[in-house]
């Protein structure tokens, strides 16, 4: 029976498993996990009578695969959509105070989380002149360059943590908002885009649904969603192992995975579901460049 190994047992790694089991009944499938637990990114914590969620709280629908997915392992029932109105209820601490953060324009141009100075930058962020030539640049530098650096800092900032996790400094603009990205190349500003996309949202849905998807979670957390997936694997076929080193032997048409404990094991397949920076250490004597 051929054997497949997945490096990595997130989300990404779990389903995989789970698809090729399903559509390939007569493969091994491995998950090589490094930590002691499987899901990745996913942590629903249950602390104190309260359940929060350490990584993603939700999924949306706009891409309906994770929704099919959770039916299908018959979470159906569980299934939480988010309140719409606590989502607009967002929160900066700001001075060792929590301020409530506008939602809406208006609210946007009548809060006093901003200055006046802000503000006008903001409102005049369609006379802007767009820099249609210039080099991918950090979702900060865009922020600061459109509309200045207190709502690089105030709003944009933050509202990149708590999406990427990431640094506004250092996530790619181009990368991380395609879409406004393309705006600004196409209307001159991301006003004018957000007003394009607006009219043509009205043409093609009048009755005026929703356009971004719903977002959704489990009564239990999205935990509940990687309990279902590896409850469906087995524990057989999910081990602790932290892959180091993937070596390709041509001849026999093998894969050998070294483990960081000394340990190695031979597949026909190995497939890297971890992040990025562990793929590189993985794939460094295997390919320099690639790594
Ligand atoms: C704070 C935060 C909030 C987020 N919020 C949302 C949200 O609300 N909605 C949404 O859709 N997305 C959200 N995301 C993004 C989402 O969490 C990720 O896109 C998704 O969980 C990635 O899954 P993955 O399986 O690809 O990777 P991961 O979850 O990173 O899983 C990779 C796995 O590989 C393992 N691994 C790493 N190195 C090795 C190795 N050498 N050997 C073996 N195993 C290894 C890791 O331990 C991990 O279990 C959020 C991300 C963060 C950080």
């Not at 988010?82 to 506008?102: D, Q, T």
């Not at 324009?105 to 006379?127: M, N």
């Not at 709502?151 to 181009?174: C, H, M, N, Y």
């Not at 397949?269 to 690639?290: E, G, H, R, T, V």
């Amino acid at each position: 029976m051929p054997r497949v190994a997945i490096i990595g047992g997130g989300i990404s790694g779990l389903t995989l498993a789970y698809r090729l089991r399903q559509y390939l009944a007569d493969v091994d499938v491995q998950i090589l996990e490094s930590e002691k637990s499987v899901g990745g990114k996913i942590d629903s914590v249950k602390d104190q009578g309260f359940l929060y969620e350490s990584g993603p709280n939700g999924f949306l629908d706009s891409n309906p695969s994770t929704l099919n997915l959770s039916k299908e392992l018959g979470l159906g029932e569980q299934l939480a959509p988010a309140n719409e109105a606590a989502a607009k209820k967002r929160f900066l601490l700001m001075g060792g105070k929590l301020r409530m953060l506008p939602s809406s324009i208006i609210g946007l141009l009548t809060t006093d989380v901003l200055s006046w100075r802000a503000k006008l930058a903001l409102a005049f962020e369609r006379f802007q002149s767009n820099k249609q030539n210039l080099p991918d640049e950090s979702i900060y530098a865009f922020a600061q360059r459109r509309v200045g650096t207190e709502i690089a800092e105030k709003l944009v900032d933050p509202f990149v943590t708590g999406i990427f996790a990431g640094d506004a400094r250092l996530v790619s603009f181009q990368a991380g908002f395609p879409r406004l990205a393309a705006m600004e190349k196409n209307h001159g500003s991301i006003s004018k885009g957000l007003k394009a996309a607006r009219k043509a949202r009205q043409i093609s849905n009048p009755e005026g649904g929703r356009s971004s998807g719903q977002l959704w979670s489990f009564n239990q957390g999205l935990g509940t969603l990687i309990e279902a997936l590896a409850e469906k694997l087995g524990k057989s076929n999910i081990r602790q192992f932290k892959a180091t080193n993937l070596i390709h032997n041509k001849e026999h048409s093998k894969w050998t995975v070294e483990g960081s404990n000394g340990e190695s094991e031979s597949y026909d397949l190995a497939i890297l579901s971890c992040p990025a920076f562990s793929q590189a250490s993985i794939l460094k004597n295997l390919d320099a460049m690639l790594a």
